[in-house]
């Protein structure tokens, strides 16, 4: 190459430069302005998708601090007098009841899910084995399951124990229903972890048990709380379980219902009597401690579901 022609090349290197910045420049407007319309989008669907749910929650308190007539008035205006008479009846009509018998539930079958779905997936994560991806892959299929196919048999199968209306019997059908999502989640979450670690706990002296108890299930702290979240509201929402599982079986058997039960049977025994702050009452004493629980912990439930993926 002469130093002519590379002078040459040289001088034409800034005008070619030039011929292609503005159609660069349109390229980055073009791509800045999809993204403004995207976002616009997102956010205006969010938006929408927030003022559905939270119209109904307002709705649904409001009133129950109104009369049946303010009720069929208007759907937002604010009560005339803000009474809690209507919660001081759904609490003595037996909502009280089945929120305990909830609360007894919960306090046993979440730890217990937890525990269980835990080391299952720990062991499926960390430790290869022959069947290890065939029992995997047997857990992740009861989450594809529909619990209504399985409705018949599994009451024919607690009644075979004789674990209908007990709080045992719904406790173990809770933790086996809940397991599929644990065990996928918290899988996936122990494979995340170093590995470093573990080999250190090893060499060590560690055994597997205090190896799983106290390193490795305090690093996985973020995870169990969203699961364990997760689990909590699922089960506390739970409807078709329960009305199955824990119907009295004979005229003597106590009536064990839970708080979803106990909101239809609020609506039963009113008949023909109508009294539509109470049942808001109840539904409203049943969604605050899941939205309480929500609110608290929402922090740490993103932080479980994005680690994973950014590790």
Request: aromatic share 14%; glycine share 8%; net charge positive.
């Amino acid at each position: 190459m002469t130093a002519e022609s590379t002078v040459t090349k040289v001088e034409n290197e800034p005008a070619a430069r030039r011929s292609a910045g503005p159609g660069r420049d349109g390229e980055r407007d073009g791509r800045r302005s999809e993204g403004v319309v995207l976002n616009v989008f997102s956010h205006g669907f969010l938006a929408l998708w927030a003022i559905m749910i939270v119209l109904p929650l307002i709705w649904l308190v409001l009133g129950s601090f109104k009369t049946d007539a303010q009720i069929g008035g208007s759907a937002l205006s604010w009560p005339a007098n803000w009474h809690f008479d209507a919660f001081s009846r759904a609490w003595t009509k037996g909502i009280g009841g089945y929120f305990a018998h909830t609360l007894i539930v919960l306090v046993f079958s979440v730890p217990l899910t937890m525990l269980f779905g835990s080391m299952a997936a720990y062991v499926l994560a960390r430790y290869p084995f022959r069947g290890n991806r065939a029992v995997y892959y047997f857990f992740v299929s009861g989450a594809m399951f529909p619990v209504f196919l399985a409705l018949v048999p599994l009451f024919f199968m607690v009644k075979r124990f004789d674990m209908l209306n007990t709080y045992h019997g719904l406790i173990l059908v809770y933790v086996a229903y809940s397991m599929p999502f644990t065990v996928f989640f918290m899988h996936s979450f122990f494979r995340t972890l170093p590995t470093a670690v573990h080999e250190a706990a090893v060499i060590d002296g560690a055994s597997d048990t205090r190896i799983f108890f106290q390193v490795m299930l305090p690093m996985a702290k973020p995870g169990l709380i969203s699961v364990g979240i997760f689990n909590v509201l699922g089960q506390w929402n739970q409807y078709i379980l329960p009305a199955v599982l824990m119907q009295p079986q004979t005229s003597g058997d106590p009536e064990r219902y839970m708080l979803t039960q106990g909101l239809i049977q609020l609506q039963q025994q009113m008949g023909y009597e109508t009294d539509l702050p109470v049942l808001f009452a109840g539904a409203t004493i049943a969604i605050i401690p899941m939205l309480a629980v929500y609110l608290s912990f929402q922090r740490q439930i993103q932080a479980g579901l994005t680690s994973a993926t950014l590790k």
